[in-house]
């Protein structure tokens, strides 16, 4: 079945340094990817999405590119601010059936001291 | 529009209880979500709604679960005779079926403890 795979955490980065979350995914056909995020005591967020191969999401700062070759959706940012610190999600739908509910990873937890 | 609201925010219950939990999408959203998320995990697909219709439900919802979306607005997940491993956060979501690679909007969530 479908699954999203993420690096595990906690990771700790100093303000200003350079984050990369990796992810990789398993399905079938040509699922939609995207980035949702978690701040402490609140909902999930959507971060970014990319719906077909060779996309680039991009939202705050954040960006991650679709890559099928590779089944991957890394994000990545150049300089991490302390108001980063959150959890990550990695997730996966395949709109084109009708089973297209969201697929999440673990999460990956992101803090940033400065 | 306020997004989608999910109430109560924190419920204690006693094992064996039964509770009721109840979300409002926005309102122009005709897919309404139920996940559930432990803590350290990634949010899992419990059930989902098309307007009234109930579509599809994940064999995580065992028989003691269930949702209800009778007008296609605002939905209630009733979970009977609670067991402690039923202690999670359990979050909805909506959507418009059209876009939903577009992503959902998701509720704040509703912290369940059974003690």
């Known amino acids: 079945g479908d699954s999203v795979t993420q690096m595990e955490g906690p990771v700790t980065l100093s303000e200003e340094a350079f984050l990369t979350i990796n992810c990789t995914y398993t399905?079938?056909?040509?699922?939609?990817l995207f980035w949702y995020v978690q701040y402490p005591g609140e909902g999930l967020q959507l971060l970014l999405k990319?719906?077909?191969?060779?996309d680039k999401g991009s939202n705050k700062g954040f960006e991650a590119t679709y890559r099928k070759e590779t089944t991957s959706f890394h994000l990545e940012k150049g300089s991490v601010q302390v108001s980063d610190s959150a959890v990550y999600f990695c997730?996966?739908?395949?709109?084109?059936?009708?089973?297209?509910?969201?697929?999440f990873g673990p999460g990956t937890s992101l803090s940033v001291i400065p | 529009d306020t997004g989608v609201s999910q109430d109560p925010r924190h419920k204690i219950t006693k094992r064996g209880q039964n509770v009721t939990f109840r979300c409002d999408p926005i309102?122009?959203?005709?897919?309404l979500y139920w996940y559930r998320q432990t803590l350290g995990q990634g949010p899992e697909f419990l059930t989902y709604?098309?307007?009234?219709?109930?579509?599809?439900k994940s064999r995580l919802l065992s028989d003691r679960f269930s949702a209800e979306r009778p007008k296609g607005s605002f939905s209630t997940l009733e979970i009977q005779r609670t067991e402690q491993g039923d202690s999670a956060m359990y979050l909805c979501?909506?959507?418009?079926?059209?876009?939903?690679?577009?992503?959902?909007?998701f509720g704040s969530g509703t912290r369940l403890t059974v003690v």
């Open positions: 979501a909506s959507s418009l079926w059209e876009s939903t690679n577009y992503g959902y909007t």
């Open positions: 399905a079938t056909g040509y699922p939609s």
């Open positions: 990319a719906t077909k191969a060779d």
């Open positions: 997730a996966l739908s395949r709109p084109e059936t009708s089973y297209d509910k969201v697929i």
């Open positions: 309102s122009e959203h005709n897919r």
């Open positions: 709604f098309q307007n009234e219709a109930q579509l599809e």
